[in-house]
């Protein structure tokens, strides 16, 4: 089951970057910061597919409870937990992917070419939701949802008169693979113009 947003196909271009880099000559490579930032996309793919999956479960568990709603029982209690149980892994998961992909955005600006990677809505969600929120801000309520279409939202409330800060997983994750992507192409294009006989 492939997530809404498959960071996969980053793994062959940053190969092609690795390469690139390594016969440039202004730069010097580090290839164990390459070898980092390889292995956090690989974990984020990882991560990115159980959000999907976990999405998927809750989804088809809602449907059943509300198929159920009529009938009540031993039935839907065992339907309540399995929907508890998918939020509470779609919220851990979202979690680790803010996590991972804000240690992949420090290893890549520490690469040559990639100094300048930003992608906003993770380093957002990362500083103002997870590590330093600020009460005034953004509630300190530990909240969770869940949208089909923008993936997890942590802390989905605001106070009046302000919007909440997290986009959703999917449009954050979107973000931080087109701007990536962005930024290797350039880089690989300009060694290899550079490099070309």
């Known amino acids: 089951m492939t997530p809404p947003v498959d960071f996969s196909p980053l793994l062959d271009l940053f190969r092609e970057y690795s390469l690139a880099s390594r016969e440039d000559t202004l730069y010097a490579f580090n290839a164990d910061l390459a070898a980092e930032a390889r292995k956090r996309i690989r ?12 999405g998927e479960e809750n989804k088809a568990a809602t449907r ?5 709603s009529e009938k009540g029982g031993a039935q839907q209690e065992a339907l309540v937990v399995r929907i508890q149980q998918s939020m509470e892994l779609l919220e851990l998961f979202t979690e680790c992917f ?7 955005r ?3 600006r ?21 590590e330093h929120p600020d009460p005034k801000r ?17 802390k989905p409330f605001a106070p009046l008169g302000l919007e909440p800060i997290d986009s959703g997983l999917w449009v954050n994750a ?11 192409s350039s880089h690989i294009h300009k060694i290899r113009g550079s490099t070309a006989p």
Do not use: M
């Open 110 to 130: 520490l690469l040559p070419g990639l100094n300048a990677f930003e992608a906003k809505g993770v380093h957002t969600v990362r500083n103002q939701l997870i």
């Open 138 to 154: 953004q509630p300190l309520l530990p909240a969770f949802s869940f949208d089909h279409e923008k993936g997890a939202k942590l």
């Open 174 to 184: 979107e973000e931080f693979k087109s701007n990536l992507e962005l930024l290797l």
């Open 98 to 104: 803010y996590l991972f992909a804000w240690r992949l």
């Open 43 to 54: 974990q984020i793919c990882t991560i990115l597919s159980a959000v999907h999956a976990h």
């Open 106 to 108: 420090q290893v890549l």
């Open 64 to 68: 059943e409870a509300i198929e159920l």
